[in-house]
């Protein structure tokens, strides 16, 4: 066991659970007031409930001794046998617990991601079960295949460093699944639905930014060449991904807008995941840059096809998870890392590409047909959506009795916004409310 290796991956966990709260700001700044809380609580809620259930049961169908390929055994049921000795299958210089650690806070975030496209109309019950589900069926079998030792995808021999088959394209396409079963908001297409506090969201894209070195370089599991190397690359993805998307608005708008820089960057950020740890800098430059032209038209798509995807998980996430694999397919090299492949540039002909994108359509069918089940039975038992009056409310006063500003004193309160005030008893001093609208 390795101390700096073990201190580095701790420092990386806790980059990547700060990521969570800072989706929830990118999230909750794009959203409008009546659900800044709603939007603010999906993600922090996650941290939560995955936590939780990755100890329960997550983590051994993704990690545990491997059953055909499929997924893992139960041998690490409840964390049992996850203690402080090294696993030499899965990390061998580091506490098996501290490796355990580190994938949970991935395990949180990938759900969580998947908030965005139905924000704004989802039942928080809903939300919850919808969740817990999602995690054990559909995350855990797909961690297993594609990062645990005996996993299909992984010994088919794709590549994907730090999740962008298991976080991006699958939650980008569990986004997808869920604004078809859920359908549009109210006035999509008919009202402006304006970002409330772009602040919010370029704080909350910085804190993604940073966190993401965790995300990535952390992956390589140790204090070494190739931690510094994901480091560099990641860096150089957002970067690329944040100029391309200015290059399209400043060609489509005239401007360059800030959401769209904050857009470009995670786009960028998502696309150099799968390949952080097997690319080269300039090739990160590219697969930055590709991800945020391609992204920023892709976010466009939901207008013209009619879905209502709130907060561009589909453009962003699958669309730039999509790209980022495929595209190590052809910038891998190696040099950078032994246990890669040579990509198609590198000169290992089209075999690496092949295999990227049978993992992408693996990905995609298996990850919306469950999704898509998943809300199915929600909607059936526990239901999805919120009702008309209820979403017209705001998520904030329905789901949490609570709003997120109040302007003056004495304002607001958690009753809905289409009731009357209730006279306070003349005989009771009148409650303080917790906050409101003016």
Same mark, same amino acid.
């Given at each position: 066991?390795?101390?700096?290796?073990?201190?580095?991956?701790?420092?990386?966990?806790?980059?990547?659970?700060?990521?969570?709260?800072?989706?929830?700001?990118?999230?909750?700044?794009?959203?409008?007031?009546?659900?800044?809380?709603?939007?603010?609580?999906?993600?922090?809620?996650?941290?939560?409930?995955?936590?939780?259930?990755?100890?329960?049961?997550?983590?051994?169908?993704?990690?545990?001794?491997?059953?055909?390929?499929?997924?893992?055994?139960?041998?690490?049921?409840?964390?049992?046998?996850?203690?402080?000795?090294?696993?030499?299958?899965?990390?061998?210089?580091?506490?098996?617990?501290?490796?355990?650690?580190?994938?949970?806070?991935?395990?949180?975030?990938?759900?969580?991601?998947?908030?965005?496209?139905?924000?704004?109309?989802?039942?928080?019950?809903?939300?919850?079960?919808?969740?817990?589900?999602?995690?054990?069926?559909?995350?855990?079998?797909?961690?297993?295949?594609?990062?645990?030792?005996?996993?299909?995808?992984?010994?088919?021999? @794709?590549?994907?460093? &730090?999740? +962008?088959? $298991?976080?991006?394209?699958? !939650?980008?396409?569990?986004? %997808?699944? *869920?604004? /078809? =079963?859920?359908?549009?908001?109210?006035?999509?297409?008919?009202?402006?639905?304006?970002?409330?506090?772009?602040?919010?969201?370029?704080?909350?894209?910085?804190?993604?930014?940073?966190?993401?070195?965790?995300?990535?370089?952390?992956?390589?599991?140790?204090?070494?060449?190739?931690?510094?190397?994901?480091?560099?690359?990641?860096?150089?993805?957002?970067?690329?991904?944040?100029?391309?998307?200015?290059?399209?608005?400043?060609?489509?708008?005239?401007?360059?807008?800030?959401?769209?820089?904050?857009?470009?960057?995670?786009?960028?950020?998502? @696309?150099?995941?799968? &390949?952080? +740890?097997? $690319?080269?800098?300039?090739? !990160?430059?590219?697969?930055? %840059?590709? *991800?945020? /032209? =391609?992204?920023?038209?892709?976010?466009?798509?939901?207008?013209?096809?009619?879905?209502?995807?709130?907060?561009?998980?589909?453009?962003?996430?699958?669309?730039?998870?999509?790209?980022?694999?495929?595209?190590?397919?052809?910038?891998?090299?190696?040099?950078?890392?032994?246990?890669?492949?040579?990509?198609?540039?590198?000169?290992?002909?089209?075999?690496?590409?092949?295999?990227?994108?049978?993992?992408?359509?693996?990905?995609?069918?298996?990850?919306?047909?469950?999704?898509?089940?998943?809300?199915?039975?929600?909607?059936?038992?526990?239901?999805?959506?919120?009702?008309?009056?209820?979403? $017209?409310?705001?998520?904030?006063?329905?789901?949490?009795?609570?709003?997120?500003?109040?302007?003056?004193?004495?304002?607001?309160?958690?009753?809905?916004?289409?009731?009357?005030?209730?006279?306070?008893?003349?005989?009771?001093?009148?409650?303080?409310?917790?906050?409101?609208?003016?």
């Amino acid at each position: 066991m390795d101390t700096g290796d073990t201190a580095f991956v701790l420092v990386s966990s806790s980059l990547v659970m700060f990521m969570t709260p800072g989706l929830a700001l990118f999230y909750g700044g794009m959203v409008r007031t009546k659900n800044v809380l709603g939007t603010l609580m999906q993600s922090m809620f996650a941290l939560g409930l995955v936590s939780i259930l990755w100890v329960l049961i997550g983590y051994t169908l993704a990690f545990g001794p491997d059953v055909g390929g499929l997924i893992g055994g139960l041998d690490f049921l409840g964390f049992a046998g996850v203690g402080q000795a090294p696993n030499a299958d899965l990390a061998p210089t580091i506490p098996h617990v501290a490796f355990a650690g580190f994938q949970l806070m991935f395990a949180v975030i990938t759900p969580a991601l998947i908030t965005g496209a139905f924000a704004e109309r989802m039942k928080f019950g809903g939300y919850v079960a919808f969740t817990a589900l999602w995690l054990i069926l559909v995350y855990s079998p797909l961690a297993h295949w594609v990062w645990a030792p005996g996993g299909w995808i992984r010994e088919l021999g @794709a590549l994907d460093f &730090a999740g +962008g088959t $298991v976080v991006h394209i699958n !939650a980008g396409v569990a986004a %997808l699944a *869920a604004v /078809l =079963v859920i359908g549009r908001r109210r006035g999509f297409g008919k009202e402006a639905m304006v970002p409330h506090n772009l602040t919010m969201t370029i704080l909350g894209t910085g804190i993604l930014w940073f966190g993401w070195f965790g995300f990535n370089a952390g992956s390589a599991l140790g204090a070494n060449g190739l931690a510094a190397s994901a480091f560099l690359v990641t860096n150089l993805g957002a970067a690329a991904g944040a100029v391309g998307w200015a290059l399209v608005d400043a060609r489509r708008e005239k401007k360059a807008t800030t959401l769209g820089v904050a857009s470009g960057a995670v786009a960028g950020l998502v @696309a150099i995941t799968p &390949a952080a +740890g097997f $690319v080269s800098p300039l090739s !990160a430059i590219a697969i930055g %840059l590709v *991800a945020g /032209l =391609v992204c920023a038209w892709a976010v466009g798509l939901k207008f013209k096809l009619g879905y209502d995807d709130s907060l561009d998980v589909v453009g962003v996430h699958m669309v730039g998870g999509l790209l980022g694999a495929l595209l190590t397919g052809i910038f891998a090299d190696a040099a950078i890392n032994p246990a890669g492949t040579d990509g198609l540039l590198a000169g290992g002909g089209a075999a690496l590409l092949g295999k990227q994108a049978i993992a992408v359509i693996v990905t995609l069918a298996f990850s919306f047909g469950a999704t898509f089940l998943i809300l199915k039975l929600v909607q059936a038992t526990i239901g999805l959506r919120v009702t008309e009056t209820d979403e $017209v409310d705001g998520l904030d006063l329905s789901q949490h009795a609570e709003v997120g500003y109040a302007f003056a004193e004495g304002s607001g309160g958690s009753a809905p916004i289409h009731a009357p005030p209730s006279p306070a008893p003349a005989l009771n001093p009148i409650p303080v409310p917790r906050g409101g609208e003016a």
